[in-house]
């Protein structure tokens, strides 16, 4: 595969503010690590670990990127008892089984007379077409490596896989191959943009973690959060937007089981426009702040203290 | 400096943080460094750290390290600049006129120099920048000036004393920047080795031997006993297939394909999930170890989804809620408070146990029992004591007693040893992380 193929495909990724803008481009804010680390995995053929809380735009980041580059998106999301077969390929048993049922018969037809090891032989032959491409089923892995003019692979949540899977995804994130015993090894034609992502369910194997670079995705900004909110939402009263946006960042620092993370917050705004709320009133963060937080525990806890956000959040400069 | 030299300090300062860096990472992070420039500060550092820092603790480390470390390097003069190219190339000049130039970006390239040579990257515990800087200053030539200060000294002249005083002051100039420079490098590439090494230590000593500065510090280090537990207990392995075909399964799979078996299901063994229960004595003997215990406990409230745990002196009750609030402090004082009172008696609180909660231990349940089996010379109801052996799956009994003091006194352990799955001593955090690591493995 030679360099041009591959720049062809990801030629948008010219430099971590291209990329910034890029992906402004397709509703996604990007801040300067994020852009910094997409560059880099591009350029040093690396895929990207991304760890963070749930809710902040891990996987939307490989979905934005598939999304501006326009490359098919390839997704396989990770749970316990993965394997093989579900990620990287499976034969089509299905139709196996069917060719093998007109296969029946016809044998003699087909076979014809002969000695027992000619037609072993002749037998043999079709056992080679049946396993070959055309009853090969492609998982995302698989479907990866074939692309032809690139693409975006999300391993979402490889945190709940096994351990066995972690290691036998190493294949495929250090040499862009997967090996099929009845086929051989196939190569990337053009090697995608992986991006793995992991809530930290259990701690990554030191194997992967060393291959992948590492980015951190936390809560934003309350700037970020605004663009971000602002481009999801898009009627949205400027004025109303700053002052949820300060009273989610005000929550954020409250001691909560789970913290409201963008996802949450996107809702939320979402929610108030639909109510036409022009400003943040302490009634309405009541009756709608199970939107916010997961929790009835967390509800209640800052049952006194709704007042004093509120206002806190709607006085914000 | 070059900026492969540049960066390998840096990694080395890295490793000294406890941040793994392996060669592979390090190249991947010279790629980075050459794909961004040395110019910006800020892109520098954020290509950098996906490449060499895989954690939440690590990027922390090195955050705080690119700051220091590149803030020095930006104070230092570059190559470029025409004094440093002559400064690279000229012998160490005099010491004296160095200090009276005045000439910072000399004097400072100068440091670096002599920091260089002497080797002050090696430096791991800050009482060492005092060598270092002496060192340093033997680079700097403050012999040779030593030497003239003697001469001037024994002149007698009225010149003489004044080039000594002059000397005397550069001198002392030279040491306060050498001993800065000295502690900046300690702050790069010490302090983490010497962080490791108190908690090495902490982690090894007696829990009654502990001051009350080291409590302080112990708390973060249970909770990084728990976090370690943690990881290693809820890492969820494949159970392990028996070797025996489940043909329900495998029917049931293979239906769509007339039921021929292209798909075996195995069958497989269940796991039980890890109930603990904690028995701890509180009399003021013990205390200081429930509180690690119940502290190491209510840190791995995550990884252990069943947990009770009681504490007596002679009457017993429940105090597992007061493990699940958020806050562990007071916690311990609430609970010395309610139960710490009174005599300590076994047998009493043995005998509580089984009337007031029956049900509590079954076959998966793995019992941990706290104290030094002092019970002043009460019943020690060795027979309701075997049957809560019988009926759990495992009894451990700690005591932060020697083995040698087991059975003196009023102390009945050897009594509840014969029916105990194990007894042990507990002194360090690590002989408490060993333990419970032994009951978490019992339900992996």
């Not at chain 1, 595969?1 to 430099?15: I, K, N, R, V």
């Not at chain 2, 002051?169 to 702050?187: G, H, K, N, P, S």
């Not at chain 2, 090894?204 to 302080?216: E, M, R």
Request: with cysteine; aromatic share 6%; hydrophobic share 40%.
């Amino acid at each position: 595969m030679t360099q041009t193929e591959t720049s062809s495909a990801y030629g948008a990724l010219a430099s971590p503010e291209a990329i910034t803008a890029g992906l402004g481009e397709v509703g996604y804010i990007s801040t300067p690590d994020i852009s910094m680390a997409v560059y880099l995995a591009q350029n040093l053929r690396k895929p990207i670990l991304i760890e963070g809380p749930a809710g902040v735009g891990k996987t939307d980041l490989a979905r934005s990127l598939a999304e501006w580059l326009d490359v098919p998106l390839d997704r396989l999301q990770c749970y316990e008892g993965l394997d093989e077969s579900k990620a990287l390929y499976e034969w089509k048993y299905g139709k196996q089984l069917l060719y093998t049922q007109i296969l029946k018969d016809r044998l003699n037809e087909v076979l014809g007379e002969g000695d027992l090891s000619a037609l072993t032989g002749k037998l043999g032959d079709f056992e080679d077409l049946f396993f070959s491409e055309q009853f090969l089923e492609p998982r995302p892995l698989l479907r990866a490596m074939q692309q032809t003019k690139g693409s975006v692979l999300l391993i979402d949540e490889v945190d709940k896989a096994d351990e066995a899977f972690e290691a036998f995804l190493l294949e495929v994130l250090s040499d862009y191959q997967v090996t099929v015993p009845e086929l051989g090894t196939i190569f990337a034609q053009v090697p995608p943009i992986v991006v793995l992502t992991s809530n930290a369910v259990r701690e990554l194997g030191d194997a992967l973690k060393r291959r992948c670079l590492h980015l951190h995705i936390g809560f934003p900004d309350a700037a970020r959060e605004r663009a971000i909110v602002g481009a999801r939402v898009p009627g949205i009263e400027a004025s109303l937007l700053k002052q949820l946006v300060a009273f989610v960042q005000a929550l954020r620092e409250e001691d909560l089981r789970k913290q409201p993370s963008i996802a949450e917050t996107v809702d939320w705004a979402r929610a108030l426009t639909l109510l036409h709320v022009e400003a943040l009133g302490e009634e309405t963060v009541r009756q709608t702040l199970n939107v916010l937080l997961k929790y009835e525990s967390d509800i209640a806890a800052l049952e006194n203290k709704v007042g004093s956000l509120a206002r806190a959040a709607a006085s914000a400069p | 400096m070059s900026a492969t030299r540049t960066l390998t300090d840096f990694i080395r300062a890295l490793r000294s943080a406890e941040v793994q860096v392996s060669p592979a990472e390090a190249i991947d992070a010279a790629g980075a460094m050459r794909l961004v420039g040395y110019a910006d500060r800020t892109a520098l550092k954020s290509a950098l750290r996906p490449a060499l820092a895989k954690s939440e603790a690590e990027a922390e480390a090195f955050d705080r390290l690119f700051d220091l470390y590149f803030a020095r390097q930006a104070s230092a003069p570059r190559p470029q600049n025409s004094d440093a190219d002559r400064d690279q190339t000229a012998p160490p000049q005099d010491m004296l006129e160095l200090a009276q130039s005045g000439d910072e970006a000399a004097i400072q390239a100068a440091m670096e120099r002599a920091g260089q040579a002497s080797g002050v990257q090696d430096i791991r515990f800050s009482t060492q920048t005092a060598y270092f800087a002496q060192k340093m200053l033997k680079q700097l030539g403050v012999e040779q000036m030593e030497a003239k200060l003697l001469e001037a000294l024994q002149a007698r002249t009225p010149e003489g004393e004044a080039e000594a005083g002059e000397m005397i002051a550069a001198r002392r100039d030279m040491l306060m920047r050498a001993r800065a420079y000295a502690e900046a490098q300690f702050d790069v590439f010490g302090q983490g080795a010497t962080e490791a090494f108190r908690e090495d230590v902490l982690t090894s000593k007696p829990i009654s031997a502990l001051d009350l500065a080291d409590l302080k510090r112990m708390r973060a280090l249970v909770e990084k006993v728990a976090k370690r537990l943690a990881v290693k207990h809820s890492r969820r392995r494949r159970n392990r297939s028996t070797g025996q075909l489940d043909v329900r399964a495998t029917l049931r799979a293979n239906a769509g394909l007339g039921g021929v078996p292209f798909r075996l299901h195995w069958k497989q063994k269940k796991r039980d999930k890890a109930k603990i229960v904690v028995i701890c004595d509180v009399s003021s003997s013990v205390a200081r170890y429930v509180r690690f215990l119940l502290l190491l406990l209510h840190s791995l409230g995550d990884v252990i989804p069943e947990l009770r745990a009681f504490a007596f002196s002679s009457r017993l009750g429940e105090v597992t809620d007061e493990l699940d609030s958020d806050q562990f402090e007071g916690v311990m004082e609430r609970i010395l408070r309610q139960h710490g009172m009174g005599s300590t008696d076994y047998g009493q609180a043995l005998w509580d146990l089984k009337t007031s909660y029956p049900d509590i231990i079954d076959r998966r349940t793995s019992v941990i029992i706290l104290g030094d089996g002092r019970s002043n010379y009460g019943d020690p109801r060795m027979d309701l004591f075997k049957e809560i052996c019988a009926r759990a799956k495992r009894v451990i009994w700690l005591s932060p007693e020697p083995e040698s003091m087991w059975g003196t006194g009023d102390s009945v352990l050897p009594r509840y040893r014969t029916h105990a799955h194990a007894m042990g001593r507990i002194s360090t955090l690590t002989d408490l992380e060993r333990t419970l690591d032994r009951v978490l493995a019992l339900y992996d």
